[in-house]
């Protein structure tokens, strides 16, 4: 046993930290930019790093920071517990030795154009490389993108190499069952005009509406326009790549891309009031295969619980179904939403194709959703879809009828696979509040 191994931190301090909070605060400023400060330039969409300037969001240089918020997206808060906790000197420069990204991906032409890519910066898995010399010298530039490899082992995957469904070779596919994958974790980066523009609105606007909500939040928002750039605290996306992702921007190559949005409820803890997990697993097989074949697959997975509503919104509305006179019903599906929550959804699909402009796609073969705003999203900015691909009646659990019937007959593409009508809508319904134990 090594007895002078370094300590995990704990709840209330650091065993292996020297740091000591100091006892009381003298001074503290109101703003994160002080009106002299000079702010490094960015010219968002310059295609050369250089030019273009790094995303600078710490509180290590005030008078040079050019970007509004804090990085780690909905994780920021928990820093300030570390430093408050003693576990973290605020004054520690990370140490990227090794943190390189374990495959290269990119640079593609869509990272200079200013219009494609506005809610994550794509050079953020460069930084430690493309501005070593100004790091060294100083200036604090954090990643907002790591990219690094694994294997995703899955139950589903293995039962579908028992019924032949799926076949391990041994490289995509382990004799295990194990999937091997390239994957990017990314962080949001705001480019304000660029975002405003997609909602149709004035940059002014949106920066209001952005201050107002988060009720007043970060007052630079509307004190210093002439930064541009804003580091939201909200959850980003991870970007999961099966087979080489050089193929990733080769028309001649097939790809099998499913968007996903997260639900803790079904992906993690399998539950069957919604087709979240299985059209995910389903969406991974035909990722699989694509790579199989020499293509690529990709899953991307956004941090967007409850359609951007949140988990407890979304658990409020499963009461609100289960309760409402006639029983949890298709016809009711998106009404039960709209009244806990004023809205059906927030998820505002408009800004997700940042992301497959940022694996330099240009065509998706095979397009795993039948989201109808997901795909008009994404052929809006140019890529072309050939296919899409419903979810196989056979994956839907019976209590999940109500959402698949519902969707569908909103807009949904079912293609040959699914024909809702208004009576459809009407007869369809779930589990009753008697089965489940709702009082």
């Given at each position: 046993m090594v007895d002078n191994a370094r300590k995990r931190s704990g709840s209330l301090a650091s065993a292996g930290s020297t740091y000591r909070r100091p006892k009381k605060v003298t001074y503290v400023s109101l703003t994160s930019h002080p009106t002299q400060s000079k702010p490094l330039p960015i010219k968002w969409g310059a295609a050369d790093p250089q030019e273009r300037g790094p995303v600078c969001c710490t509180n290590r240089k005030d008078d040079v920071r050019n970007a509004i918020g804090a990085h780690g997206g909905s994780y920021c808060v928990y820093r300030s517990l570390?430093?408050?906790?003693?576990?973290?000197?605020?004054?520690?420069?990370?140490?990227?030795?090794?943190?390189?990204?374990?495959?290269?991906?990119?640079?593609?032409?869509?990272?200079?154009?200013?219009?494609?890519?506005?809610?994550?910066?794509?050079?953020?898995?460069?930084?430690?490389?493309?501005?070593?010399?100004?790091?060294?010298?100083?200036?604090?530039?954090?990643?907002?993108?790591?990219?690094?490899?694994?294997?995703i082992d899955l139950p589903e995957i293995k039962e579908a190499i028992r019924l032949g469904r799926l076949k391990p070779d041994g490289k995509i596919l382990t004799k295990e069952g194990a999937i091997n994958v390239t994957?990017?974790?990314?962080?949001?980066?705001?480019?304000?005009?660029?975002?405003?523009e997609r909602f149709g609105v004035t940059e002014?606007?949106?920066?209001?509406?952005?201050?107002?909500?988060?009720?007043?939040?970060?007052?630079?928002?509307?004190?210093?326009?002439?930064?541009?750039?804003?580091?939201?605290p909200i959850g980003g996306l991870t970007i999961y790549i099966i087979g080489n992702p050089d193929h990733l921007s080769m028309d001649d190559k097939e790809k099998a891309v499913r968007v996903h949005d997260e639900c803790n409820g079904s992906d993690v803890f399998g539950s069957d009031i919604c087709t979240c997990r299985p059209y995910l697993i389903h969406g991974i097989e035909?990722?699989?295969?694509?790579?199989?074949?020499?293509?690529?697959?990709?899953?991307?997975?956004?941090?967007?619980?409850g359609r951007a509503l949140g988990e407890v919104t979304k658990y409020l509305v499963y009461n609100a179904r289960k309760r409402q006179e006639g029983g949890d019903t298709a016809a009711e599906y998106f009404n039960c939403t709209q009244n806990?929550?004023?809205?059906?959804?927030?998820?505002?699909?408009?800004?997700?194709?940042?992301?497959?402009?940022?694996?330099?796609?240009?065509?998706?073969?095979?397009?795993?959703s039948m989201s109808n705003m997901k795909h008009d999203a994404i052929t809006s900015t140019g890529i072309k879809i050939v296919e899409r691909i419903p979810i196989p009646?056979?994956?839907?659990?019976?209590?999940a009828k109500v959402e698949i019937d519902a969707k569908v007959f909103s807009g949904?593409?079912?293609g040959?696979?699914?024909?809702?009508?208004?009576?459809?809508?009407?007869?369809?319904?779930?589990?009753?509040?008697?089965?489940?134990?709702?009082?």
């Open positions: 570390a430093i408050a906790s003693g576990a973290l000197d605020p004054e520690y420069f990370p140490n990227f030795k090794n943190t390189h990204p374990a495959a290269r991906i990119g640079p593609h032409p869509q990272w200079g154009d200013p219009k494609r890519i506005v809610t994550f910066d794509p050079f953020g898995a460069l930084v430690s490389e493309i501005y070593a010399d100004k790091m060294k010298a100083g200036l604090d530039v954090r990643p907002t993108i790591a990219i690094t490899k694994a294997h994957k990017a974790a990314v962080e949001p980066v705001w480019y304000l005009p660029g975002v405003a002014a606007e949106l920066r209001e509406l952005l201050f107002r909500e988060t009720n007043g939040m970060y007052p630079e928002l509307l004190t210093r326009t002439d930064l541009k750039v804003f580091l939201p035909v990722a699989v295969k694509s790579a199989q074949a020499g293509g690529v697959g990709v899953i991307v997975y956004f941090r967007k619980e806990v929550a004023g809205v059906q959804d927030v998820r505002f699909q408009a800004l997700m194709p940042d992301c497959l402009h940022w694996l330099g796609i240009k065509k998706i073969d095979k397009f795993i009646p056979e994956l839907v659990p019976a209590d949904y593409e079912g040959a696979v699914y024909n809702v009508t208004e009576d459809d809508l009407k007869e369809t319904k779930g589990r009753s509040r008697e089965e489940l134990g709702v009082k």
